[in-house]
């Protein structure tokens, strides 16, 4: 539980710690306390003490290494301190006998609360990006909430259109129905990124995004298909980008079309 809410103080959205990292400290400051108590109950000298001290330090230095990196070692330490002493307190101040119990119960619910907490935060800061969008094809359209991502710059190879990500549970029947009858609307993007490369699979649409203001920019955008993961807990199914604003320029023209595969 302490490597764990430690984790949550020193996480950041570039390098988030992997939950067996977290696991494997947690087993070795485990035995490393178990030989502590071991010791404690052999020897009760001023020795023992000093030597009890030592492996404590030891074994904060070991955690901290194994689960948060050589560079967080000394924060990691002070802070994986500081929860552990915390946790003891609040423990102690409980008039129930059965600690043991409770400490079970929180491990069991700590990765539930966590998401809990962390959609929250998420919650809150994406609410002010969240935009309401509305995909056309043909007669048919879909209602979608969609956030603004300002780091998003794709666009169709040869073509000013941009792209936009959509969940692919919103988009499975309509990319089967282009298949079968209007294949000269499907893309086909390379992308290359942190997690591996190969092809993002969308088709053409018509997109209305309506602004805080109540301006309507609409236009036809590439939407493609991503992993439904990605929008699990949030409260959009959409990933704009700042060029939608000015879909305009591709409007009712077929740009880029002969670039489609």
């Known amino acids: 539980m302490c490597l764990g809410l430690t984790s949550v103080i020193l996480q950041r959205k570039s390098n988030k710690f992997k939950k067996s990292r977290l696991v494997l400290a947690a087993i070795c400051c485990g035995g490393i306390d178990t030989a502590s108590l071991l010791m404690f109950i052999v020897s009760r000298t001023g ?21 948060y ?37 929180g491990t069991l619910l700590l990765p539930f609360l966590l998401s809990r907490i962390l959609q929250l935060f998420r919650t809150k800061q994406t609410q002010q990006f969240l935009y309401e969008a509305k995909l056309c094809q043909g007669a048919e359209e879909k209602r979608l909430s969609a956030f603004m991502d300002t780091g998003n710059r794709l ?16 988009l499975t029947e309509w990319i089967k129905m282009a298949e079968r009858t209007m294949p000269q609307k499907l893309v086909f993007l390379p992308y290359k990124g942190v997690g591996g490369k190969g092809f993002l699979h969308g088709v053409r649409l018509h997109c209305t995004v ?38 305009e320029c591709v409007k009712n023209t077929r740009e880029g079309e002969q670039y489609v595969i």
């Open 69 to 105: 990196g050589k560079q967080r070692v000394i924060s990691g330490s002070v802070l994986l301190l500081g929860m552990t002493a915390l946790l003891a307190g609040f423990l102690q101040l409980l008039p129930v006998k059965n600690i043991g119990l409770i400490c079970l119960v």
């Open 47 to 67: 020795e023992g003490f000093i030597c009890r001290v030592l492996i404590a330090v030891a074994g904060l230095l070991l955690g901290a290494r194994i689960a």
């Open 210 to 247: 309506i602004a805080e203001d109540g301006r309507q920019m609409s236009g036809e955008v590439a939407a493609v298909a991503a992993e439904h993961s990605l929008f699990v807990g949030c409260e959009y199914q959409m990933i704009l980008q700042p060029e939608i604003f000015a879909m």
């Open 155 to 170: 666009r169709l190879p040869g073509s000013a259109m941009p792209v936009v990500l959509v969940d692919r549970t919103c």
